[in-house]
């Protein structure tokens, strides 16, 4: 394999393009970095013998190729190879290509196996595909190939694959395709739109501009044909390494077909309806502020460095604390983009360079945004503002500029441009009546914590920004996507009477929440809440929860950098129990692995960590963190009875059975007496839950569904995966089944079953679950009074 070196007169450039460079070939090619000298008052320099070193470090017989950045770079080479022996000197290339993009050029063909003469190729021609996006013209040319034909070259073998990642086929999916390829003995093609380009050439993949929906032939010919392909074939079904980018895709609707303004109406702006409901008040005009770039010198890279990381960190603690609140999912997910290697690796880039952090971020944060902005996703398009989110509360730290909070004086319309989930955690909420952005989706998070929120919401109203004054009074009707700002007397009084009924109809179902939910044949169903922690409680209570149907302690134990103690889960455990009186807190054990990585205890990485140490699995793994929490459960259910703890991921008998005897190893070395006895259930999340339903029945206090988990293990379908969304459906036939199954295992043997999935609050599905036998639902806080409402509507058949 051909050996790379890097020569730069900075040794923490050097060192990031080299960083790159292994994460883009996975640390495939053989590359070696000389720069900078040994002199720490003066370290930029470059140095013969460092980078003669360097040079036989990584030498093969098949060449070395050598990148450099300046111009004294090319001096200190030619001195190093007039160092070496006579042969090795004639192995060694000197390339002209700009270092960055010419080093990742270089190493991607290099462990793909090809020839020093194509590496120096490869390398040279990296700007081509960036001068054609720009226009300018090309100054070398990437490896030469012509359309082969059967009688040249043999047999053609060829594929299909339609391309769902969201950015196309850019640099990191072509070299995977590279990398995939390397070492077959094939000749491998690509095309698109009739034309075709080398397989084995990042730059040639590159200026094919594949983008999201394109079409593309993987052709081959040669004796490991047959290998090429299947390889393909399998990088294809990972979507070319990106297959985590498709999951947050996933995990929305596609509704871009639905986002059409309604048509023009006199009086009013229109836009396109995110949650229904009509709010009258004065409109407040909000402008999100990003802070300037400090006008202070260069302190150094590792003091540039440090500033950057401590801001980072205040930020994520912030995230950390929002994800345990309602929607935490968006904070969540927030904390994880700012957490990302490669975008680290761009900023300390920028540092390197002598850029000041702030500089470094902000420049780097624009380049992502765009990077956003031009996706031919449309929900990642959406995901720009995100980027702009975290951009601007990172900016905020390095600043020392404080979050921008709106205090309003009265119930208010409020008007935005689009408002980050940063904005929208931070205002004034009990009195923002209404939102209406001139930007913003559906999809949006700003949208998404608006319906969380229960206000009427609408996006898309162009214009309303520069058409409304502030404090003028205005009508937004969330249900049809308007913003009035001069409706006439009987469209006025027409808004007014649907307004009134609304606030009707809401004000009946949070009276109504707090009285029980008795179907219309006289059934009474225990509506239960989801919660993530004692933040959540007092939101449960005022809606009317009759319990905890579900407390997700990963969140306790993912807010800590360390585990957790007993005392503290103890003191959280008995609070919460006490603050719901007799009602039931069903606790879940620690629920993480796998997919759900915990900080305070690193795991190594799974193949598929769907089916791995998750769950139980992981507690039966490690039992002294069980044991930790068992203990902590059984004190707080010593002083509130109305604690119950449910175990997730069982799929046997045995491992309920070793929870148990966990419990009762706890038990006895607390000494606390049998009596009152700790109820203990099951998640039903694995179908093997479900066909060991009738034995597991005779073992367990309860069962409690978790549809999301069960839908996509019954379906095989990955749920973050885009191409099999379809499947991940909890209406699927199959997954009813598994549910009915469940059901009746449970009433048979007399215990009862509850739902807290995702379906248990969809009021679409609620007569059909009392339909199967559900006992008790459990959703978030904000769904329970229209979820009562829909049990009183509701019929009961399902008999003992």
């Known amino acids: 394999m051909v050996g790379i070196v890097i020569v730069s007169h900075s040794r923490q450039l050097a060192e990031g393009v080299a960083e790159l460079a292994t994460q883009m070939t996975q640390g495939k090619a053989a590359l070696a970095v000389a720069a900078g000298v040994n002199d720490p008052e003066n370290p930029i320099g470059t140095d013969a013998v460092a980078i003669m070193t360097a040079i036989e470090s990584v030498y093969h017989d098949e060449g070395v190729v050598v990148l450099m950045d300046l111009g004294s770079a090319l001096l200190s080479t030619e001195m190093a190879l007039e160092l070496l022996d006579d042969e090795m000197r004639s192995r060694v290339f000197m390339s002209a290509a700009p270092l960055v993009e010419g080093t990742m050029a270089a190493v991607v063909a290099a462990a793909a196996g090809l020839s020093a003469q194509q590496v120096l190729q490869e390398a040279e021609a990296a700007l081509e595909a960036k001068q054609d996006h720009l226009g300018m013209a090309a100054t070398a040319a990437p490896l030469a190939v012509s359309s082969p034909t059967p009688a040249s070259t043999g047999k053609l073998l060829r594929c299909a694959w339609r391309v769902a990642n969201p950015h196309g086929l850019h640099t990191r999916p072509a070299a995977a395709i590279v990398g995939a390829l390397a070492g077959l003995d094939a000749e491998v093609w690509l095309e698109r739109d009739g034309q075709r380009v080398n397989a084995r050439s990042l730059n040639s993949i590159a200026k094919l501009a594949v983008k999201l929906g394109d079409l593309i032939d993987f052709i081959t010919s040669g004796p490991q044909a047959d290998e090429a392909v299947a390889a393909f074939n399998t990088l294809t079904q990972g979507h070319f390494g990106e297959a985590h980018l498709l999951a947050e895709a996933a995990a929305e609707p596609n509704i871009e077909h639905d986002e059409q303004p309604v048509q023009a109406v006199p009086g009013a702006i229109t836009g396109i309806a995110v949650n229904g409901g009509i709010a009258r008040g004065p409109a407040v005009i909000f402008t999100a502020v990003m802070p300037a770039v400090p006008d202070r010198p260069y302190a150094g890279n590792e003091i540039e460095s440090q500033t950057l990381a401590q801001a980072c960190a205040l930020v994520q603690q912030h995230l950390k604390q929002q994800a345990k609140g309602p929607q935490g999912d968006i904070f969540h997910a927030h904390g994880l983009m700012l957490a990302d290697p490669e975008l680290m690796d761009r900023v300390q880039q920028a540092i390197a360079q002598g850029l000041i952090a702030p500089a470094a971020w902000l420049s780097t944060m624009q380049q992502l945004a765009q990077e956003y902005a031009q996706a031919d996703s449309h929900y990642m398009r959406e995901r720009e503002a995100d980027v702009w989110d975290i951009a601007r509360q990172v ?49 949006s998070h700003s949208a998404i914590l608006a319906r969380a929120m229960g206000i009427p919401a609408i996006v898309k109203a162009q214009g309303c920004q520069e058409q409304v004054q502030s404090g003028q009074e205005v009508i937004l009707d969330g249900f049809n996507g308007l913003l009035w700002l001069a409706p006439d007397e009987s469209t006025a009084l027409v808004l007014e009477t649907r307004r009134v009924e609304w606030l009707e109809q809401l004000q009946s179902q949070r009276q109504a929440a ?65 603050a719901f009186g007799d009602n039931p807190l069903t606790i879940r054990s620690l629920d993480v692995g796998g997919d759900k990585p915990l900080a305070a205890l690193p795991m190594p990485q799974e193949e598929n960590p769907f089916l791995g140490l998750r769950g139980v699995r992981l507690c039966l793994a490690y039992p002294e963190l069980l044991l930790t929490q068992l203990r902590a459960v059984l004190r707080a259910h010593a002083e509130q009875p109305n604690i119950q703890l449910m ?84 209406h699927e036939p199959a997954v009813l089944k598994a549910i009915a199954l469940t059901c009746q295992a449970a009433l048979g043997a007399g215990i009862p079953v509850s739902m807290c999935g995702e379906m248990a609050g969809d009021t679409g599905a609620t007569e059909l679950l009392l339909h199967l036998g559900l006992t008790k639902l459990s959703a978030s806080a904000s769904m329970l009074p229209a979820l009562k409402a829909q049990v009183r509507e509701s019929h009961y058949i399902q008999e003992n």
């Open 395 to 443: 900016m905020c730290q390095l600043t020392g500029s404080g979050p921008q909070r709106l205090q309003l004086a009265e119930p208010s319309i409020l008007l935005a441009r689009d408002l980050m989930p940063s904005d929208v955690a931070n205002l004034d909420k009990d009195n923002v009546v209404g939102l209406c952005l001139s930007e913003g989706a559906k999809t």
């Open 514 to 578: 707090h009285q029980p939910a008795v179907t219309l044949n006289g059934r009474t169903v225990q509506i239960l809440a989801n919660i993530g922690g004692p933040e959540d409680v007092a939101a449960a209570l005022a809606a009317g929860a009759e319990g905890v149907g579900l407390f997700r302690t990963e969140f306790l134990f993912q807010a800590h950098d360390t585990l957790p103690d007993e005392e503290l889960q103890f003191q959280i455990y008995r609070d919460i129990a006490a």
């Open 647 to 730: 175990i997730p991921m069982i799929a046997t008998v045995e491992e309920f059975r070793a929870v148990k005897a966990l419990v009762e190893q706890a038990r006895q070395a607390l000494s606390l007496p049998l009596e009152p006895k700790l109820a203990l259930g099951i998640m039903v999340e694995v179908p093997a839950a479900v066909l060991n339903a009738e034995v597991l029945a005779q073992e367990v206090d309860f069962f409690s569904i978790g549809t999301n988990d069960l839908t996509q293990y019954v379906m095989a379908a990955d749920r973050g995966n885009s191409a099999v969304a379809a499947l991940v459906n909890y």
